[in-house]
């Protein structure tokens, strides 16, 4: 009988404590002084409507320029990050020629990228690119079920599923075991709501061997507030959490990228720099801006964050149901 494979997808956590690229202090966990993930975006442009998009309060058409985005890479490696992220305020591949100079420049800079898509717009060149320049790809599908994708995003989910297809041919040979590892530069996120919790046991089942699978609960910011009610339907949090955690490949159901201890390394050991320059507290925390990449040194935000971690001490920020109070009484925004 064959032995069930752990997944581990190439730039998330596990993948870098395997890999010694994170420094440890004398608990035997992560370092909170070292910046492991710098996380930047690009101006929102979408072809999707999903219900659940933090990104309403914040879409920016302001951007940094070239140079600015490697200023910021060569600054975060210096100080030890691994990882460059681009979670795009809407759909990447819509300005994949702004996208392209900076991913060429963090792989020469020695950085694995983690590039979120919606894969509706996926071509073979393109796709080429990312694996060439060693990008793990991560698509967005919260469902393969035609009318309930439509519902979620008002999209169509069989250009998704020629997306996905045409990535896991060119990415096949990124693929490799090492005994009951897996290791691959794919992934699939979903996010669970009343929706699709029924679909998430069959996004798993489609993600195989190749995909790494991502299942994550809602964040009440931007689409996610507005549409709460409908999305979270007659069912507790904790209950999307369980069916999260059931399915994901993470550590923890719940986030993107958890230590094993259940912090997000994103907050925890990572800055988010947005479109036009603002640095966020975290990637979905999107209203509330603690300076301007512009005008500080990635070493100057890295210190920030770190004092807001040290106050805040919460496994995901952007998860605390009581989340704008919080940050008004102890951050003082």
Not at 92 to 99: G, L, T
Not at 138 to 167: H, N, Q, W, Y
Not at 191 to 216: C, K, P, R, W
Request: include cysteine; aromatic fraction near 10%; charge should be negative.
């Amino acid at each position: 009988m064959e032995t069930k494979q752990r997944k581990v997808l190439v730039g998330n956590p596990t993948y870098l404590q395997a890999n010694g690229l994170v420094r440890y202090n004398e608990e035997g966990r992560p370092a909170k002084s070292q910046l492991v993930y710098t996380i930047m975006n690009f101006p929102f442009r979408c072809n999707l409507r999903c219900l659940k998009c933090y990104r309403e309060p914040a879409k920016h058409q302001e951007t940094l320029d070239t140079d600015t985005r490697k200023r910021i890479i060569r600054e975060s490696r210096d100080l030890g990050a691994a990882v460059l992220g681009i979670p795009g305020e809407g759909e990447p591949f819509f300005y994949f020629d702004e996208i392209q100079p900076v991913v060429e420049y963090a792989c020469s800079q020695g950085l694995i990228t983690l590039l979120y898509s919606n894969g509706t717009l996926f071509d073979e060149e393109r796709l080429r690119f990312l694996y060439d320049h060693n990008v793990s790809l991560i698509v967005s599908c919260d469902s393969l079920k035609p009318d309930t994708f439509r519902d979620l995003t008002k999209g169509d989910v069989g250009r998704v599923r020629e997306g996905l297809e045409m990535a896991r041919e060119v990415y096949q040979p990124s693929v490799r075991r090492e005994g009951e590892t897996t290791y691959t530069r794919l992934g699939l996120i979903s996010i669970v709501s009343e929706q699709n919790m029924g679909d998430i046991a069959e996004l798993s089942e489609f993600t195989g061997y190749d995909f790494f699978h991502i299942v994550n609960t809602l964040v009440r910011i931007g689409g996610g507030e507005d549409n709460w009610e409908s999305l979270i339907g007659n069912h507790q949090y904790t209950e999307y959490m369980e069916t999260a955690k059931r399915y994901t490949d993470t550590f923890l159901g719940g986030i993107t990228t958890p230590w094993e201890d259940g912090n997000c390394a994103a907050f925890h050991n990572g800055i988010t720099i947005t479109t036009n320059g603002d640095v966020q507290i975290c990637p979905a925390v999107v209203k509330k801006p603690i300076g301007n990449a512009k005008t500080m040194s990635v070493e100057e935000i890295w210190g920030k964050q770190q004092e807001l971690v040290k106050k805040i001490n919460f496994w995901c920020i952007a998860r605390r149901p009581d989340l704008e109070a919080y940050l008004k009484e102890f951050v003082g925004f």
